[in-house]
Nanobody, 120 residues
Framework: QVQLVESGGDLVQPGGSLRLSCAAS??????????MGWYRQAPDSEREMVAL???????NYADSVKGRFTISIDAAKNTVYLEMNSLTPEDTAVYYC????????????WGRGTQVTVSS
């Protein structure tokens, strides 16, 4: 069973930066088998994909965060990061870490989320 624990959410001023972390455990070589992603959900809104990275290191970003957010992996630490820059109030949301296996049976694992609030 894959377990994901997010951390790093905080209150930050507009224009500021923040780095979220997602510690993964429960299976060996997780990043060789799972695509890792960050999703977010603002109040009264649908959960949306923010950034994805695949086992072959291809990435995909939501248009709203391209050029501002960067997803990366530290395999030695079994940790996925989301570096967020030039934050705006529209980035305020609960951010969730996701691990996905796309096969005959698709598997998705989620962390419990970490709150990011962008406000002065």
């Amino acid at each position: 069973q894959v377990q994901l624990v997010e951390s790093g959410g905080d209150l930050v001023q507009p224009g500021g930066s923040l780095r979220l972390s997602c510690a993964a455990s429960g299976t060996s070589n997780i990043f060789s088998h799972f695509a890792m992603g960050w999703y977010r959900q603002a109040p009264d809104s649908e959960r949306e994909m923010v950034a994805l990275i695949t086992p072959i290191s291809s990435t995909n970003y939501a248009d709203s965060v391209k050029g501002r957010f960067t997803i990366s992996i530290d395999a030695a630490k079994n940790t996925v990061y989301l570096e967020m820059n030039s934050l705006t109030p529209e980035d305020t949301a609960v951010y969730y870490c996701n691990a996905a296996f796309y096969g005959p049976t698709s598997l998705h694992y989620w962390g419990r989320g970490t709150q990011v609030t962008v406000s002065s």
